[in-house]
């Protein structure tokens, strides 16, 4: 992930590998990153239901992908 930019409202960018895409993150998806980004794996029941959300947006968007697949 990109920095935010200083501004009030800066956004940062978050690279896509597998679409090699760019997608504009806004302050509070940032927060939400910033939380969760030390752990290795997200379990997304362990999440709070705003941060479930904003995680299983990005999962959906294959931004997130799981770690194992079963």
Excluded at 24 to 51: C, E, K, M, Q, Y
Aim: hydrophobic residues 50%; without cysteine.
């Amino acid at each position: 992930m990109f920095a935010a930019s200083a501004e009030p409202e800066g956004r940062a960018l978050l690279f896509g590998a597998d679409q090699a895409s760019l997608f504009a993150v806004d302050a509070s998806t940032h927060d939400v990153l910033a939380r969760w980004r030390s752990r290795a794996s997200i379990d997304l029941r362990d999440a709070p239901p705003a941060d479930r959300e904003v995680l299983e947006a990005l999962r959906d968007a294959r931004l997130l992908v799981p770690s194992k697949w079963t």
